[in-house]
């Protein structure tokens, strides 16, 4: 576990970038947490509020896109760099690309030109399953072939190959992390467990897209955190990508019944087309994440689910994310 390190985390306001937040906070890290507080979602002033009365967290609204920002925080000898800031979401992508792409490549071309003119140690990026698009075997190992279906998964592989460039031509010790499914509490209200969820407990029927046979490699928000920090802590990843999921696999259909096990309250689905930019399956083989990083996933989709409903019961109506409508 890093210790009493400075670290800066972009999107640190966000889902996995909070949780990561309170992890190293609790270690006694020196967080530098960066987030432009955007209105896509409603609720990030909740999910740092643990984190505002820490004396080794400093909140720092900034952009990603502001590079001048980015090169004056990064002034203040910060070590370490979790690049978490992105937009997310597939379905977002569709209906909106040149704002995915501006943020999520500009957005990390301007984070590895601010490392390489600073005394940073060492970034981890953020990138996705998406990258790879429909799968040409399973599960999918990082030398998949890349063919993203989505302006998201094209927009992260972009991000991608900027920095393999960046460590290949200037030397930069960057790594990236292909995120599969992850949900917990706080996660993105437009992410299908979080929509589910508030249907079932609604005692209203769930949307499922297609026959529901697709399948998803879900990975609870603690564990991803444990693999992105560990991800710090190991060597021999410059330059490298590695999968971070449960290493399983669980069709739509199967989620939705552990959903209303889970919950108590019996609902039947509607069926409704596909979405486009969606891929059938992902499972991730995780055998480098666990060789090279000590990467070890311990929340079963039972136990993640359980962990989700209670928050989400438990959880001030104002305080669960909502989207922009």
Known sequence: MLEERRILITGGAGFIGSHLAEELVEHNNIVKLYDNFNDFYFNKEANIKSLKEKKNCEIIKGD?????????????????????AAQPGVRVSVQAPFKTHSTNVTGTLNMLVAVQNSNVEKLINASSSSVYGP????????????????????????????????????GINVCSLRFFTVYGPRQRPDMAIHIFTQKILRNEPPTIFGDGNQTRDFTFINDTVSGVIASAEAKNTAGEAFN????????????????????????????????KGDVSHTWADITKAKNILGYNPQISIEAGLKKFVDWYRSTPPNEIPKASP
């Open 64 to 84: 990603i896109l502001d590079l001048e920002a980015l090169n004056s925080v990064l002034k203040d000898d910060i070590e370490i760099v979790f690049h978490i």
């Open 135 to 170: 799968p040409k075997y399973l599960p999918i190992d990082e030398n998949h072939p890349t063919d993203p279906v989505s302006p998201y998964g094209a927009s992260k592989l972009a991000a991608e190959k900027y920095c393999k460039s960046f460590y290949r031509v200037y």
């Open 244 to 275: 971070l999921g449960k290493g399983e696999r669980c069709s739509v259909n199967d989620l939705i019944s552990l959903l209303i096990k889970t919950t108590g309250n019996a609902v039947k689905p509607i069926f409704t087309k596909e979405m």
